[in-house]
């Protein structure tokens, strides 16, 4: 039944597509019209007028542009430009794009191992993740960096992020602005063989298990399996309880973020597409057999945790199955299509939004967690952003309208590197409620201390005003007194 359902979502558009490339004759609209509205609009008419004004713009750059251009690329172009105002997520993958995406998906290729958006103003890509064990991640490079240029060359001199690609061992240098320093900077790199290992695990105290998802691709569900049976195993058959990792993930295959709910639920829905024709709707609902047998789940979450990674941890925690703690996620509440073209080239197109549960979109506002991480700085690593207030959804230009958007006290989530954040996960998982009590409690002795210093602080004393002399009277000279004349000795007879 799932393999069905990734069938279907996998290939939501295809009929539409081929009947598009196949048929002949496209019947015309003679007068501009509104949007279409319906499934039948979606193929059957095409406005001429706007044809004709695509075609003598064509042709006068053809004949008139101060250098010749070629044919295939400035069809290439016309084409991106169809998908340049839509979502930031829609895009036009050229050949080696296309197959560079395939591999990524599949979980080897070579390159430096992270994950790019594409900026609207073609300067910058910025950093959605980079991947666990790879170069871009060894190098320190951030979720949210900003690459700007590559081996000097300008990102709007580039063609898509083929130079990011490359011979196992070859070198690349990347410009990078960052958060929190003053100018761009060089990373160097040296590309490898990136074999993704999208689950890793361990046992952080006997009886408690720790999985870490780094992104859902192909083999993730089947890795996820035997990483838990293995955990259970070293635990002497059940686990007491399990700390899921979904920090920085930025997503991947939906159907197997899917699988690994399927694997920790006994019922109950696990999410929902919705979009504007009927075959990109699917829902995907549990089925009986929890894996864990009921054993208590932390999910671990922050700021770079997107779109596959948000549909885990939505469908765990709307279903009671898992409390989520860290921070905000990233808020890709979309479902992106590849629809593979004649000539080998793709287009990734969003069509649909996913619901979790509850029945909520968290397109643009992210998942809260029931429990808020703040990042603490990290002194040996002056580089890494005290906050990332502006990484989210909300932020990229022309993102799709969240149904919650804009409510207020909203606030971006943070990246939550290290290993602070999974003991808080694990002393959740053991004692649920104690990491808030804590958290409350410093709170609280933090704005005591503050009071208290503001308290114990002496005032500051106000300067004495110079009070106004009066103006000095001249002394009064004291009165002339006669001079005291000698007694007068009478003379003696």
Known sequence: MRAARTATLLLALLPALSWAQQTAPVPLKETPGKAASSEEAVTSKVPLDDIRRFVAVYNAVRAAYVDPVDDDKLMQSAVRGLLLDLDPHSTYFNKEDAEAFDEQANGAYEGIGVELQQQPDNASMKVISPIDDTPAAKAGILAGDLIIAIDGKPISAIDASEPLRGPAGSKVVLTIVRDGKPKPFDVSLTRQTIRVTSVRSR???????????STFQADTGSDFQKHLQQLQKQSGGNLKGLVLDLRSNPGGLLTAAVQVADDLLDKGNIVSTRGRISISDARFDATPGDLLKGAPVVVLVDAGSASASEVLAGALRDNKRARVIGSRTFGKGSVQTVLPLDNGDSVKLTTARYYTPSGKSIQATGIVPEVELKAAPRPEDEALPASLSDYSEATLPGHLRGDEEGTEGYHA???LPGDG??????????????????????????????AAKVAAKPAPKAEPKAEAKPEAKPEAKPEAKPEAKPAEIPAKP
């Open 413 to 415: 989530g943070a990246v």
């Open 421 to 450: 954040p999974i003991n808080d996960a694990l002393a959740e998982l053991k004692n649920p409620g104690s990491v808030a009590a804590r958290l409350k409690a410093e709170a609280a002795k933090a704005e005591a201390d503050k």
């Open 203 to 213: 046992l952080l105290e006997p009886g408690y298990g720790y999985i870490r998802l």
